[in-house]
């Protein structure tokens, strides 16, 4: 089944000409499927006065109208479909836990690309027949579910379709199953390794070889704590369900960009201000225009994810670009003082300092007209020794790495570990009460 | 895909000899796989004195040894697989809220297999590729979600993988997305129900079907209600687990009786006290010997379910002999004043009484040496009238009704509706206060 030891499908590393040549064939069906079938995509295909047969290199996507997700909504349920819905297989939706959500359909061969893509990901950090897989995301009308299951099942790895919750549960199969890969929100293992300590199990034993991490941006310092804690290799997973779900993009072990698989998804990125498309390097949001997708062809859809392009050759072989892993969401993206900052960055610079501990908040206020912030930072129970001066010292240590890495100045607070909230899915680690 | 316009496969209507011939040659097949491969069955067969090589005819079965739920417990996780870890692609458990949980696991083929007859079902009871499918049981370890996903995705319908809970939006949902076919437990249905009056939507608009209803006894009485109250054609679902999960057997259109598929599950009625088997007709408890499971050969599992076996011709076709929808469980029989009393004789009774409301509950108690049961039953709001000469009346006509049916006298208590609790998955009407 896989096309060799090392690559589940030949696609993986064709040259990248030949990769070239499937997109532009590919961009001039999905342009035309669009048109011909999706009202909405006719009129705005008009309005920019353009027509798919415009379409002659990948270069005219640029030419193309950008999709949003309130296209999504305010086309709720099925009104970007392209196809009849008795060739709908499938549905996902957003949480959409305020007004309508988002709702996402499959045929039966979107389906199966959306399989091999998740199975390439997870095949290409050593996920093989012999391993088992714990699947500790929401099932159901999440895509991080049902999307890795079928994907490690058709690898042929033993599939523990745990879900959600019941931590101590969870840790007790990985031990009575031989778990040794996981899927999950990173602060999901971080809140794995904190149950499993205090369970008196050292993580490390547990028998974990590798992380599949997704569903929230987090930092290159964590991905340190948890390989470390559980003696794993840990890899971030990209995707969303607007793209079939998760299986967009993917580390390989080189540990250092996602590959994004271009066969399937053309990538751009763009100055979400303006629109404008960037060059390779330069930081902005990530667009796609989904290549093979017959329910749902979202033509540059704006994913609102702030990520650049890194086009490097890979040592794995694979042909396909990477992305940075993502940097915050446009709608995440904290303006304080007239500075962008994202939470990751926060983040990245906590995880350095030893003595913070597993978890951290961002409260946002005003003081007077000026944004105040003020990070609440739990430490580690053996540096919280009581002691006035080392906790003041602390205090400074981490305000002035902040300051140097945001450029304005934070408020810290210490906490005891413990204090803040833990969360079994995405964690909220932003409090903004400036309005 | 389907083999014609009526059924899923073609063995749906095999003649009862071709049937018999494959069965044979399968349970030769399989008593030989569980001895080789699982040491627990070479030494259960050693001690019955039995070979795979004494297998000669059907009826050779009754020599085989038993296995029971507390096999698998105490084999937990994986001591009665048949297969190399390796060859697993799939492990689902049972909830086990207290100790270990029923670990069963698949290969690929076995999960082909299970697809296929949960597809013979859906198929069987008009479940087409242009309907829309919502799965509102729990997915994850839970084997009804994944089960039927499986199945109705195969058949090209629109899944809905919904999941439980939420039942406001899963109602908005069925609006929406043009839901016609549903797949939940009876009680679920009938809450489903109840909310979507409190939200001023007759449940008859919703534009249902089919539902597909399992996972807990429910009598005649409840689907009459169901299908007046929705406006859909009501079947029995039957499955369990240890048997791949649903799909072992589920009724055709002439909702009488249920379709059990004996190419894959050899099936004998037992009596529960002595194991010996009972002839077509007579209630006893269902044992079945699955025929082609590779990951977990259970031989003549003891399902604790009651039944009896209804061998006649049936006018859709199949050949396939029917079991009655389960009487009741062998561990949830009542014993009352030395009486066996299953809870769907009560249920049956009530749902025929047309002042009676949604939900009831049994209570057990202790005067002295004596069992005394009492049944709490929720009114309709109309019948409801705060006379108390009427409330007594309608009391004394379900009392004696009830003492008619079970041949013991019952207290039956009267409360508004909404008194009792509602349920999302499986009904808890039982509340045993004697120990
Ligand atoms: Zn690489
Ligand atoms: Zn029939």
Chains 1, 2 share one sequence.
Not at 97 to 121: F, H, M, Q, S
Not at 268 to 295: M, Q, R, W, Y
Not at 369 to 380: F, G, S, W
Request: a negative charge.
């Amino acid at each position: 089944m896989p096309y060799s030891d090392k690559y589940w499908q030949k696609e993986e590393i064709l040259p990248r000409r030949e990769l070239e040549e499937i997109q532009l064939k590919r961009l001039k069906w999905v342009a035309k499927h669009a048109y011909e079938n999706v009202p909405f995509y006719r009129k705005a295909f008009k309005e920019k006065g353009v027509h798919p047969d415009d379409i002659r290199t990948l270069d005219d996507v640029a030419r193309l109208p950008f999709t949003n997700k309130n296209h999504l909504i305010e086309n709720y349920p099925f009104g970007l479909f392209a196809v009849p819905k008795d060739e709908i297989v499938r549905i996902h939706t957003s949480s959409g836990t305020t007004g309508k959500p988002k709702v996402v359909g499959y045929t039966a061969r979107d389906l199966e690309n959306w399989i091999n893509l998740c199975a390439r990901c997870l095949y290409m950090v050593g996920i093989r027949k012999k391993d088992v897989f714990q699947n500790m995301v929401s099932y159901t009308l999440f895509t991080g579910g049902l999307g890795f299951h079928y994907a490690a099942e058709r690898i042929g790895a033993m599939v523990v379709p745990s879900g959600t919750g019941n931590t101590k549960r969870q840790i007790q199969f990985m031990l009575d199953f031989g778990t040794t890969a996981i899927h999950c929100t990173p602060s999901y293992a971080l809140h794995i390794k904190e149950v499993a300590e205090s369970m008196n199990i050292d993580p490390s034993e547990i028998g974990l070889r590798i992380g599949c991490f997704g569903a929230e941006p987090w930092s290159e310092s964590l991905r340190r704590k948890l390989e470390d804690s559980f003696g794993l290799k840990a890899y971030d997973s990209y995707g969303l369900s607007e793209m079939n779900g998760p299986g967009v993009a993917f580390e390989c072990e080189e540990q250092n960009g996602l590959h994004i698989w271009i066969d399937h998804y053309l990538v751009e990125v763009v100055d979400p201000e303006s629109g404008e498309v960037l060059s390779e390097g330069e930081k902005g949001e990530l667009v796609l225009t989904p290549l093979t997708k017959e329910a749902l062809p979202l033509i540059r859809y704006r994913t609102g994810d702030i990520t650049y392009i890194m086009d490097d050759e890979c040592s794995c072989g694979r042909t396909h670009p990477k992305i940075h892993r993502i940097l915050g969401r446009t709608d995440d993206m904290l303006i304080v003082r007239g500075i962008n900052i994202f939470p990751s960055q926060i983040e990245h610079v906590l995880m350095k300092i030893p003595e913070v501990g597993d978890s951290y908040q961002i409260v946002l206020t005003k003081r007077g007209a000026l944004d105040e912030m003020t990070v609440r930072v739990e430490v580690k129970d053996e540096f919280f020794t009581g002691e006035l001066a080392d906790l003041e010292r602390l205090k400074k240590k981490i305000e002035n790495a902040l300051r140097e890495e945001l450029g304005i100045r934070v408020n810290v607070e210490l906490v005891e570990k413990g204090t803040l909230e833990r969360f079994e899915g995405k964690a909220k680690r932003i409090l903004d009460l400036r309005r």
